[in-house]
């Protein structure tokens, strides 16, 4: 190597050390990372992450190197080329791959396992954590990972990242594995079939190996580098409907309601951010044989759309939506009789018959040019023809004539390769390749891709990088909690795909009135805070109107980088942060607590939220519409089983400042611009961008001199058009309402002035008095004033509140308490106030209600599920008589954990009343274990809980009574029964002598 040459690469920011000819060590590397071959070992080495190499032994030390350019390349002993090791300037990854030369023709390489290696992080391999496709595991605890895997220590995060970064003619395999302290890896390409040219020098694909001190970000700069070799530019993100789980409706929906559940969509979602209607199975024709019919360029006459496709895609065009459509774009059915004349068209098994897996059906041979005109063929029927411009493919995996093994998610050696193909020159990925190339080709300009599903065989996955804009990262979902969670498990551990390679569909949310207004929160703000694939698949028009008002809440998508901050800490992440880089003083952190049988706690300090150090932070949760209390080192609350919190952030300023706003779950994350603060006119200004007729509010923190909001100012454009604005103010916290009559950016200023009130230090609570102490919750109040309050019992975590009471929900039975009440100013507390109050040890049901004048049983419900059997009026859920605690009773509402009522409510209606409790019919399961509950749904569709019963058992309590005034515009009353944390199993559940009374 020569002078000019040794300067040139220098110049690039590489260090060569070794000339080409032969030498005892021979390196590359950049600033982060090292590679070098050195007594017969190839060593990776960070450079900057700690102590972290890989070391591997290729041919038990026969091997030879030389370094060529930016790469180090390894040699068999007869100088055929084995290993190549590139390190670019400013990349963190050392590029590996495998090399072959065969002499001869013939050669088939089913796979290739070309690296085996040690992993020294200089931690114990039994203290750290792997993240692949199998999920989170211990290094020795999963089959092997398809594409992608981290090793990490979960308590500093750093660890290394391997991932491989093309698929032409392989999927990457990655393994770990322990060998007493130390931690082994490997990596590996499955080819199925590769047919070896003789003579030429091939390489495999591309594994990026790279050490990070946040193996986080690791992932998400490895998902980067794929991105930009598969130079993939994503589309605008999807937000829609799905007929395959609507209820009714379902499957395919038909041509009459499709048209219903546009129209609604159009009208009630669109505004938000809601934007395609997809018509799924059931509409094809063929037979359907173990699975899909698979008959694609034809509709079935008899089946939900005799009319044909098209005009299901020009009405839900017309509506200014985009139409959907699924289908299998790689399967078959040689039986059916469509396919007679086309049984070449299959991929064959070795005894010459079609190549068959369960429920894909028959396996295309994509290597066949007449099944590549094919699959154009369809891509321009559905597309082109049709008008469908949101593909669903289903079955993916066929198109590698593999077996289906759903669901596995790690790997599974398996048949690739065994099936018969026109071209066997072809390998099982470059066929597939060729494939989705005529399928784009054959689509319409704007097509969204989604792929469905990688769990079906995780070779899918691999093969659709850069091939399709969305991909469901997990297997079927389900409305009831444990099959919901499959979204937030798979789409969090591969959070880094998102937004970079493609879209995570976590699979659709469930907000239909069966699931629990809790757990339907929680999914909703999952997918609105993880910013991915917002689907839904219930029937619109007979959601509730607050049911509705949840998805319109998470419509539509940020493109903003959301983290799980305990992704090597647990399965299921519980903590997310996500911001918006305009807006560098507001952090968004949401807490979900998975566990749906028992309340949890969730503590973690400022570093492990990925926040600054050194401030006061105060925030706002968004679903209990309340105040944070200001913390500097740590955050901990409660939260209920199956439930969140969503808590927007800031940094305690002595100025006026945004919290965050009401329009959508992120809170202000995409819908505020341009917060400023001048002193100089003591004026918050900002943008806002609003929904029409949709009520807008702003929390403001009003800290520091500036403290009273006086006056609002629109823009002139705004109050032109009728837009209002409304202040009401309480303590320290500032709302400020805006109302559209069309959806517009409004910019807006408020004025604050001075306030003449004492310093905050002399301000006390005056005639702080427990109001009830009950089983399972005291109620304090103190007298009104203009402040806010922070409220602490027994010294623990802070709560504000911002009227004169307060309500713990989770009183310690039998014990005596010590709450403590000051005035809070947005900046300083006042002198604290304490009480005591000792609960009950058991519940006091308090005197019998009145029987009502209006009988549930007399009216008919707005809605009615129960968890079991179903909701009877006078009877139980299975049909017996209605008993609680051996009293019978002939009027009332039977139903079943988890189970929600909503009955409409009438200006004459005074009280709701009732006598709950388990039924006797099932008391000898000793299971029975529920909590009602009654919410009100106000005038403007939010809903509220009004009362709740502690909860009932065998042992303690069944029983339990109400007696509640209803609110003054109230417009329904939602009466809820769940199932108290522990299943539903045995929680027979009676509202016996339910009603209203018209009395106050």
């Known amino acids: 190597m020569n002078k000019t040459t040794l300067t040139t690469l220098a110049a690039l920011g590489l260090t060569i050390v070794a000339p080409c000819h032969a030498a005892p060590v021979a390196s590359v590397s950049n600033a982060a990372i090292e590679a070098r071959f050195e007594n017969g070992e190839l060593i990776i080495e960070s450079k900057q992450a700690g102590p972290a190499k890989l070391v591997s032994r290729p041919l038990d030390g026969q091997a030879t190197a030389t370094v060529q350019g930016t790469a180090l390349r390894l040699f068999r002993p007869d100088k055929r080329p084995l290993l190549s090791v590139t390190i670019a300037k400013n990349s963190p990854f050392a590029l590996v791959q495998s090399m072959h030369q065969e002499p001869k023709e013939g050669t088939n390489l089913k796979n290739d396992r070309f690296l085996d290696a040690k992993l020294d992080l200089g931690i114990p391999a039994q203290k750290l954590a792997t993240l692949g496709t199998t999920g989170l595991t211990g290094v020795d605890q999963h089959p092997g990972s398809h594409v992608f895997l981290a090793i990490a220590d979960p308590a500093t995060r750093r660890g290394?990242?391997?991932?491989?970064?093309?698929?032409?003619?392989?999927?990457?395999?990655?393994?770990?594995?322990?060998?007493?302290?130390?931690?082994?890896?490997?990596?590996?390409?499955?080819?199925?079939?590769?047919?070896?040219?003789?003579?030429?020098?091939?390489?495999?694909?591309?594994?990026?190996?790279?050490?990070?001190?946040?193996?986080?970000?690791?992932?998400?700069?490895?998902?980067?580098?794929?991105?930009?070799?598969?130079?993939?530019?994503?589309?605008?993100?999807?937000?829609?409907?799905?007929?395959?789980?609507?209820?009714?409706?379902?499957?395919?929906?038909?041509?009459?309601?499709?048209?219903?559940?546009?129209?609604?969509?159009?009208?009630?979602?669109?505004?938000?951010?809601?934007?395609?209607?997809?018509?799924?199975?059931?509409?094809?024709?063929?037979?359907?044989?173990?699975?899909?019919?698979?008959?694609?360029?034809?509709?079935?006459?008899?089946?939900?759309?005799?009319?044909?496709?098209?005009?299901?895609?020009?009405?839900?065009?017309?509506?200014?939506?985009?139409?959907?459509?699924?289908?299998?774009?790689?399967?078959?059915?040689?039986?059916?009789?469509?396919?007679?004349?086309?049984?070449?068209?299959?991929?064959?098994?070795?005894?010459?018959?079609?190549?068959?897996?369960?429920?894909?059906?028959?396996?295309?041979?994509?290597?066949?040019?007449?099944?590549?005109?094919?699959?154009?063929?369809?891509?321009?029927?559905?597309?082109?023809?049709?008008?469908?411009?949101?593909?669903?493919?289903?079955?993916?995996?066929?198109?590698?004539?593999?077996?289906?093994?759903?669901?596995?998610?790690?790997?599974?050696?398996?048949?690739?390769?065994?099936?018969?193909?026109?071209?066997?020159?072809?390998?099982?990925?470059?066929?597939?390749?060729?494939?989705?190339?005529?399928?784009?080709?054959?689509?319409?300009?704007?097509?969204?891709?989604?792929?469905?599903?990688?769990?079906?065989?995780?070779?899918?996955?691999?093969?659709?990088?850069?091939?399709?804009?969305?991909?469901?990262?997990?297997?079927?979902?389900?409305?009831?909690?444990?099959?919901?969670?499959?979204?937030?498990?798979?789409?969090?551990?591969?959070?880094?795909?998102?937004?970079?390679?493609?879209?995570?569909?976590?699979?659709?949310?469930?907000?239909?009135?069966?699931?629990?207004?809790?757990?339907?929160?929680?999914?909703?703000?999952?997918?609105?805070?993880?910013?991915?694939?917002?689907?839904?698949?219930?029937?619109?028009?007979?959601?509730?109107?607050?049911?509705?008002?949840?998805?319109?809440?998470?419509?539509?998508?940020?493109?903003?980088?959301?983290?799980?901050?305990?992704?090597?800490?647990?399965?299921?992440?519980?903590?997310?942060?996500?911001?918006?880089?305009?807006?560098?003083?507001?952090?968004?952190?949401?807490?979900?607590?998975?566990?749906?049988?028992?309340?949890?706690?969730?503590?973690?300090?400022?570093?492990?939220?990925?926040?600054?150090?050194?401030?006061?932070?105060?925030?706002?949760?968004?679903?209990?519409?309340?105040?944070?209390?200001?913390?500097?080192?740590?955050?901990?609350?409660?939260?209920?089983?199956?439930?969140?919190?969503?808590?927007?952030?800031?940094?305690?300023?002595?100025?006026?400042q945004i919290l965050g706003s009401s329009r959508h779950i992120t809170q202000g994350l995409m819908d505020l611009r341009d917060e400023a603060w001048s002193a100089s006119k003591s004026t918050l200004s900002a943008s806002s961008d609003v929904i029409a007729k949709d009520p807008y509010e702003v929390r403001i923190l009003a800290s520091g001199d500036a403290s009273k909001a006086a006056m609002v100012t629109l823009d002139k454009a705004s109050t032109k058009a009728g837009v209002t604005a409304e202040i009401q103010q309480r303590g320290s916290l500032v709302r400020l309402t805006l109302k559209s009559p069309d959806s517009r950016r409004i910019s807006w200023s408020l004025k604050f002035e001075k306030t003449a009130d004492a310093a905050i230090a002399n301000v006390s609570v005056k005639n702080l008095a427990v109001k009830s102490a009950a089983y399972g919750r005291v109620e304090l109040a103190w007298e009104k004033s203009n402040h806010l309050w922070i409220v602490r019992r027994d010294g623990g975590q802070p709560v504000l509140v911002d009227q004169a009471s307060y309500v713990d929900s989770s009183p310690t039975p039998g014990r005596e308490h010590v709450y403590e009440v000051a005035v809070w100013s947005g900046q300083k507390s006042g002198a604290p106030v304490s009480i005591k109050a000792t609960t009950p040890s058991i519940p006091d049901l308090g005197p019998l209600p009145p029987a009502p004048e209006i009988h549930l049983s007399d009216l008919e419900p707005q809605e009615a599920s129960a968890g079991s059997g179903q909701v009877q009026k006078d009877k139980t859920s299975v049909g017996s008589v209605l008993t609680i605690g051996g009293e019978r009773f002939e009027r009332g509402i039977g139903t079943h954990a988890n189970s929600v009522i909503t009955y409409p409510l009438k200006p004459e209606y005074r009280r709701f009343v009732a006598v709950v409790g388990l039924d006797d019919k099932q008391r000898k399961q000793k299971s029975g274990s529920v909590e009602f509950i009654v919410c009100i749904v106000r005038e403007d569709r939010t809903l509220s809980e009004s009362a709740r019963s502690p909860k009932l058992t065998w042992d303690k309590a069944g029983r339990w009574h109400f007696d509640i005034p209803i609110p003054t515009g109230a417009r329904a009353i939602q009466l809820v029964v769940e199932d108290a944390g522990d299943g539903n199993n045995g929680d027979l559940a009676d509202w016996a002598r339910a009603g209203f009374s018209t009395k106050e």
Not at 320 to 341: C, N
Not at 447 to 460: E, F, V
């Open 160 to 656: 290394m990242v391997a991932g491989f970064t093309t698929f032409k003619k392989a999927d990457g395999i990655l393994f770990s594995g322990r060998n007493g302290d130390a931690v082994t890896f490997a990596a590996q390409n499955d080819y199925g079939r590769y047919l070896l040219p003789a003579g030429k020098t091939v390489s495999g694909e591309t594994l990026a190996i790279g050490f990070f001190a946040d193996a986080r970000l690791g992932l998400e700069q490895w998902a980067d580098a794929t991105a930009k070799v598969h130079n993939i530019r994503l589309k605008p993100r999807m937000a829609g409907y799905c007929t395959w789980y609507s209820q009714p409706h379902g499957g395919a929906g038909d041509e009459k309601n499709i048209r219903v559940v546009t129209d609604f969509a159009a009208k009630e979602l669109a505004p938000f951010g809601f934007n395609y209607v997809q018509i799924d199975d059931y509409w094809q024709d063929g037979e359907r044989r173990k699975g899909p019919a698979k008959v694609f360029e034809r509709v079935n006459p008899k089946g939900p759309y005799p009319s044909g496709m098209k005009p299901s895609a020009d009405y839900i065009r017309s509506k200014g939506l985009t139409a959907g459509i699924w289908y299998m774009p790689f399967s078959g059915d040689h039986e059916d009789p469509w396919f007679q004349d086309k049984l070449d068209w299959f991929a064959k098994n070795p005894d010459g018959t079609p190549y068959f897996t369960s429920w894909g059906g028959g396996s295309l041979d994509l290597t066949n040019p007449k099944v590549q005109d094919y699959v154009e063929r369809i891509a321009k029927l559905t597309t082109k023809d049709w008008g469908y411009r949101f593909l669903k493919l289903d079955g993916l995996w066929t198109g590698f004539a593999a077996a289906q093994t759903y669901i596995a998610n790690g790997y599974k050696p398996d048949d690739l390769g065994i099936a018969t193909v026109h071209n066997p020159k072809l390998t099982p990925y470059e066929a597939y390749q060729q494939a989705f190339a005529r399928l784009r080709k054959g689509s319409a300009d704007g097509t969204y891709i989604l792929g469905c599903c990688a769990p079906q065989n995780m070779r899918s996955f691999s093969g659709a990088i850069g091939n399709v804009d969305a991909m469901r990262v997990g297997p079927d979902n389900g409305p009831d909690w444990s099959t919901l969670q499959a979204g937030p498990i798979h789409g969090s551990n591969r959070y880094f795909f998102h937004n970079r390679i493609w879209h995570n569909d976590p699979d659709p949310v469930y907000i239909r009135a069966s699931v629990p207004i809790d757990q339907a929160r929680t999914i909703v703000s999952w997918v609105a805070m993880s910013g991915m694939l917002n689907a839904s698949s219930e029937w619109y028009p007979n959601l509730p109107a607050e049911r509705v008002d949840l998805l319109r809440r998470s419509l539509p998508a940020h493109n903003f980088n959301a983290r799980p901050l305990d992704l090597f800490e647990t399965a299921l992440p519980q903590v997310w942060h996500v911001a918006n880089p305009a807006q560098p003083n507001r952090h968004l952190i949401s807490l979900f607590h998975w566990n749906a049988y028992a309340p949890g706690n969730i503590s973690r300090t400022i570093d492990k939220l990925d926040l600054p150090a050194g401030e006061t932070w105060v925030g706002y949760e968004y679903w209990s519409n309340t105040l944070v209390a200001p913390f500097s080192d740590r955050l901990e609350t409660s939260i209920a089983p199956a439930s969140c919190k969503i808590i927007s952030l800031v940094a305690l300023r002595p100025n006026p």
